[in-house]
């Protein structure tokens, strides 16, 4: 009996309960806000990689190979065309040039030395998808689809990054209603092209007479 | 797991301090151990907290890595294909490979070469892998040190040979029918005319050589024109999966066998289950020993009006039980007079050979659907192909120098010949090998070896057509090819293998003429893979009755054991050559389904006669050797036969077989030797077999999984039930869309073998990964595809019926209804799609699907790989990983490039399956159903034509077509 006098003194504080319901409520709130952040997170430019340019081993600057001497986009990255990958250039193309030009400038030193020893220049890639990612370029520019589409304005950027989230939903936005990002197949490489007329009007010409198709099918990317 | 083990520990003992020794032993052992049951649940819980972490960080920067200077032919990106061929025991079957960036991937057959047509077997398809096996032999090696190849090139060179015109010097070879290798042994031979070149292979076709010296007094090779026949007898000879025109009668075969109008009839008689028994239409088991009889029986009842005196009576008396069977055969045989064949496997004695001859010239049919031809392989018949000399001169010491050269004689000859042991005798051996194997471990110098798809070289077909082998891809490991090797001991030491090649194929180009164009004729046949006019003109060759009479009047045949072993190439592993591959290791055994092993097959009636059950362990004794072996009950098989495959149980050099299955060559078998007298005994051990396949009866379901009738009942119940007439009330509306592709497929099971090159060209396509044997017992291999076959009819002879399964891509699937991620969707072109980044492994899919295709990564098989066997992938499909279903997807990677290149308007041929493409009989058709003139929408609406489970409304686009069958009605 002397024992069980002792038992009734009250263990928990009055602020007790709201303790319980303060770490109900995180726990909950924990539950629910956990993942959203970290579906927020995945689409932020830092986690997309979005508008960081990599370091490169060849401080190759579009700006002035593209906009001063008139290269066009398909001299280097000519697999665009025919291939699933647009391709980087071999040195042997850089090379082509700089024979004659700037043979001695230190910052083509590293071009020469891959040329002369036989050693591939070790690019850091940009414009990276998921292994589960099959993206083709010659589906997309021979139908109409432009270079700064998806890769921005290229020709003003000193160094290369990413111009676009290159999300699925991105992706999707113009797989969903591709009429509102085509363009007449001669200009796929322009950089500077406005459309004549209204983009829907000239799109939904473009994607009758290219015969372009809404794919949205998984398999259309993911093999 | 603690208390069951103190249970136990308690349990044992009556001493109770030794019982307290015992719990304090375990609970030190636990205190030991540095994860308690505590500590790994903590662990556990934070990890899984701390999981959803991992997506904060950022996938690491790829590179790209561009030429230096781009081959003009290479679009980086687009593969490119190159014509070259592959050998086995000396004859070739032509290949086009595909390359990604200099880098081989995939193998197909080459529809030009004779020998293929287009198809490629699963030895063929699973050669990618080998060319990539990280356990290849790496390093020139002398006595397991690594030394420099000089040190070789001139320990060679040097001997007392030198200076006595090669005697002391051995060359032991693989059977080869290279033009630019017989060349160069012809310069060794110019040169040191006393030297010894011999050639082994435990599966070479001896006995089909010493048959035809019997029959015709020379040694020629028959060739079968199956489609021009009516009639096929095969004296065990399993043609549709083994010899150099496997392929080629495969499909030849499967041609006529779908021509119901005129359909082909095969007999066969053998002891053990082939693929080739499995499509007869009538099939005598009896003894591998009793065959002789079988023939002289089969002989004297078609007649040989040229043999003087007929066939003995003595041959033939112990075939009088099936005497009926025989005499029905026989009639058939003369109702197709120049239209039947007599077909013998190697296995046979020399005798069923010339008395196969015999019946093929009686009946007329040779110069029409069997023609005789010199072999293309080199000495063909000839003393070099006997081992016996080596093995003398060997345990003689009169060998200095001994070079073998890819083939692992320690491993593959049978043990009596003793070859392993006495290799050591020579003073100096050196060995060409892809591994480090049994033969490395005997001799002084290892020198890698070139794979195939790494070499220059050249090879002919069964027929003689010479194809050149090219390499795709530089030597791997720093391998050297046999023509480099055995340069050495030519004038031209330093010839390189092209340089040979080349020279020589320019000689056969201008054998008809020098023209100006042979450049333009080399690239020709490089391109096309095969070298014009170089076939070997068939002769007409007559059968020398008188020699045969008297060869026959001395053969005394001996009484079959009671109990015979009888030995078979491994359809996986040949002689044990392929041992390291994985993806042959891992391909069911088209008739027992076991994988990762080799097991002694016994009949249903033998298995109760000594009280086995398949994972029996039994010891087999034969020849004073003894082996144990796992048993498979096989019904079907002959009750006096032990049936025993070639190339299990090695020991080195193929580590991923190690140990697994049994040895037949220890017990002093092979192919071409009569079969053993064997003892069985039961040993009491278990073996837990890897076999993918126990439901082997239909449970009454036939018309529902595996159509089959004779052509007879096929005729009368014309037309059949069709599933159209059924078609089930569904809340789903599907209406197939007219404006793409509506992709699908159907197999024709009249055509199927069930031979397995299908599983293998999906494997390597689709980046499938193995499993292993302990993960293919639970039941779960990752066979996109695989074969079921199915015992039919009379427990203890049944019919053994073969039927690929894979996705069915039903349109109204069960498997996307239950998916609560939507990882399995249909795409608009009738893909049933899998998603992997989708799928989060709930696998409800699986439990759904009707036809269990859908196979789950319980482990992330592909991690850890080499970097060196990650070269084999498909860089155009997803390495999946753990904790993903996936499943077969009609090889959606082919038809969405083929559908980029039809939409640009530069589209090829129509898009194939991996599957399709590589099957020899021509069973699978894929193709778009909405062109009715498609090959696809034809079979479709056969009147063959049928859903698997057809009732459950599943509308695969997966159609079989029924297996019939030709049976002759004398024998019911």
């Known amino acids: 009996m002397h024992g069980a006098a002792d038992l009734r003194v009250n263990l928990f504080p009055a602020y007790a309960n709201q303790i319980y319901w303060l770490a109900i409520g995180s726990a909950a709130a924990a539950i629910v806000g956990a993942p959203a952040a970290l579906i927020a997170w995945a689409r932020t430019p830092y986690a997309t990689g979005q508008g960081e340019p990599p370091e490169q081993p060849v401080k190759f600057d579009h700006r002035h190979h593209v906009r001063d001497e008139g290269i066009g986009c398909e001299y280097c990255h000519g697999g665009a065309t025919r291939s699933a990958r647009a391709g980087v250039p071999a040195t042997s193309v850089c090379v082509g040039c700089h024979a004659q030009i700037w043979t001695t400038s230190p910052e083509l030193g590293r071009v020469r030395e891959s040329y002369f020893t036989n050693a591939p220049i070790r690019w850091r890639r940009v414009n990276a998808l998921p292994d589960f990612v099959f993206f083709d370029h010659s589906a997309h520019v021979n139908k109409g689809v432009g270079c700064v589409t998806c890769h921005g304005r290229v020709d003003l950027m000193g160094q290369v990054y990413q111009a676009r989230p290159l999300t699925m939903r991105w992706c999707l936005e113009c797989h969903r209603e ?8 001669d200009e796929v490489t322009n950089m500077e092209w406005t459309p004549d007329r209204p983009q829907d009007v000239l799109g939904r010409e473009l994607r009758a007479s290219l015969g372009v198709r809404s794919i949205v099918d998984c398999s259309g990317c993911h093999r | 797991m603690t208390s069951a083990r103190e249970a136990r520990a308690f349990d044992d003992d009556d001493d109770p301090r030794r019982r307290r020794a015992a719990a304090l032993a375990i609970a030190l052992e636990d205190a030991r151990d540095p994860i308690a049951r505590r500590d790994f649940l903590a662990r556990m819980g934070a990890a899984l907290a701390l999981a959803g972490l991992g997506a904060c960080t950022r996938a690491p920067r790829q590179e790209i890595v561009p030429y230096v200077v781009q081959p003009p032919e290479v679009t980086p990106g687009v593969p490119r294909h190159y014509a070259t061929a592959s050998t086995l025991d000396g004859y070739a079957i032509g290949l086009v490979v595909e390359s990604h960036e200099g880098r081989p991937t995939k193998i197909e057959g080459n529809p030009e070469h004779p020998a293929s047509l287009g198809a490629a077997g699963a030895f063929e398809q699973a050669s990618v892998l080998s060319l990539y096996d990280p356990g290849r032999a790496r390093a020139v090696t002398e006595r397991g040190s690594v030394v420099a190849w000089s040190r070789v090139e001139e320990a060679l060179t040097r001997g007392a040979w030198t200076s006595t015109e090669g005697k002391g010097l051995h060359l032991l070879l693989q059977p080869t029918s290279s033009p630019t290798l017989a060349a160069l042994l012809d310069e060794i031979r110019e040169r040191l005319p006393r030297a010894a070149i011999s050639f082994y292979s435990p599966t070479a076709p001896e006995n089909a050589w010493e048959g035809a010296r019997f029959a015709f007094g020379r040694v020629l090779e028959p060739r079968f024109a199956l489609e021009r026949a009516d009639v096929v007898v095969s004296l065990e000879a399993d043609f549709l999966t083994t010899g150099p025109a496997r392929l080629r009668l495969a499909r030849s075969f499967a041609d006529r066998r779908a021509a119901l109008d005129a359909m082909i009839r095969l007999y066969v008689v053998e002891a053990i289950c082939s ?9 005598l088991r009896v003894r591998s020993g009793e065959i002789l009889a079988v023939a002289a029986e ?4 078609v007649g040989l009006p040229g043999l003087p005196g007929g066939v003995p009576p003595t041959l033939r008396a112990a075939a009088a039980p099936h005497r009926a069977w025989i005499a029905a055969t026989a009639r058939d045989l003369a109702a197709h007079r120049g239209r039947s064949a007599v077909i013998v496997g190697n296995s046979q004695p020399p005798e069923v050979h010339a008395l196969a001859h015999a019946i093929n010239a009686a009946l007329g049919n040779l110069g029409t659907t069997v023609t005789l031809a010199p072999s293309p392989v080199v000495d063909a018949g000839g003393p070099a192909h006997d081992t016996a000399r080596l093995a003398g001169e060997l345990a003689d010491g009169q060998v200095d120098t001994l070079v073998v050269c890819g083939t692992n004689v320690a491993y593959a000859s049978p043990a009596d010949q003793s070859l392993g042991e006495l290799l050591a005798r020579a003073r100096q051996s050196a060995y060409l090998g892809l591994h480090a194997d049994e033969t490395a471990a005997k001799c002084t110098f290892v020198i890698p070896e070139a794979h195939a798809l790494e070499s220059w070289g050249d090879t002919r077909a069964f027929d003689g057509t010479a194809s050149i082998v090219q390499p795709l891809i530089d030597p791997l490991f720093g391998g050297r090819t046999e023509l480099e090797l055995l340069s050495l ?3 031209r030491r330093d010839a390189r293998a092209y340089d040979r090649v080349r020279a020589r194929v320019h000689a056969d180009l201008t054998r008809g003429g020098a023209g100006a164009d042979l450049e333009q004729r080399w690239r020709r046949a490089l391109k096309r893979g095969i070298v014009d006019d170089t076939t070997i003109a068939p002769v007409d060759a007559r059968v020398d009755w008188a020699a045969l009479a008297k060869r026959l009047a001395r053969t005394t045949p001996t009484p079959p054991p009671a109990l015979e072993l009888v030995i078979r190439p491994d359809p996986r592993v040949h002689d044990g050559r392929f041992a390291a591959n994985a993806w042959l290791l891992e391909l069911p055994h088209p008739i027992t389904k076991l994988t990762w092993a080799n097991a002694a097959t016994v009949s249903v009636q033998a298995a109760a006669q000594h009280g086995l059950e398949t994972g029996d362990e039994i010891e087999l004794r034969a020849s004073g050797a003894t082996i144990t072996a796992a048993v498979i009950v096989v019904p079907g098989q002959a009750d006096g036969s032990i049936g025993l495959t070639l190339g299990w149980g090695r020991t080195r050099g193929a580590e991923l077989a190690h140990g697994r299955g049994a040895n037949a060559f220890a017990l002093a078998a092979g192919v071409a030797v009569a079969p053993l007298s064997v003892d069985i005994r039961k040993t009491g051990a278990r073996h837990d077999l890897a076999i993918t396949q126990r439901q082997r009866d239909l449970a009454g379901r036939d018309e529902d999984i595996l159509r089959h009738a004779t052509l007879e009942e096929h005729r009368r119940s014309r037309p059949p039930p069709r599933d159209e007439g059924r ?9 197939p869309r007219e404006d793409v592709h509506q992709w699908g497929m159907a197999i024709d099971l009249t055509r199927c073998t069930g031979c397995g090159a299908c599983v293998i060209a999906c494997q390597a396509e689709n980046n499938v990964p193995t499993v292993g044997p302990d993960a293919v017992y639970l039941g779960r291999e990752m066979h996109w595809l695989r074969v079921d076959t199915y015992l039919v009819g009379d427990p203890e002879d049944p019919e053994i019926a073969p039927q690929p399964m894979l996705c069915q891509h039903c349109e109204t699937a069960p ?15 009738g893909l049933n799609e899998m998603v992997y980044n989708r799928c989060v492994g709930t696998r409800f899919c699986s439990n759904n699907c009707p036809y269990k295709v859908r196979r789950f990564n319980w482990f992330d098989f592909h991690r850890g790989e080499d970097a060196t066997r990650e070269l084999a ?4 499909v997803t390495v999946r990983q753990r904790g993903v279903m996936e499943k077969c997807t009609f090889c959606v990677q082919r038809l969405r490039e083929h559908g980029i290149r039809e939409r640009q308007g530069r589209a090829a041929a129509p898009p194939r399956t991996a599957c399709q493409q590589t099957c020899p009989s021509a069973a699978i058709v894929f193709g778009d159903l909405r062109d009715a003139s ?11 034509a049928y859903a698997v489970l057809g009732e459950l409304g599943t509308e695969p686009r997966v159609r079989y077509l029924a297996r019939l069958k030709n049976p002759n009605p004398e024998l019911g």
């Open chain 2, 934 to 944: 498609s090959d696809v929408a034809r079979l479709r609406s056969d009147e063959r």
């Open chain 2, 275 to 283: 693929v080739t028994g499995a499509m007869a239409d009538h099939r």
């Open chain 2, 873 to 876: 992938h498909n860089p155009d």
């Open chain 2, 489 to 491: 001991f030519t004038t």
């Open chain 2, 815 to 829: 498997c996307e209804y239950v998916c609560p991620v939507n990882a399995t969707v249909h795409s608009a072109d």
């Open chain 1, 178 to 185: 591709p009429e509102g990002h085509l363009r007449p197949l």
């Open chain 2, 727 to 735: 078609r089930h009330l569904t809340l789903y509306t599907k209406e």
């Open chain 2, 298 to 301: 089969l002989a004297s009842a």
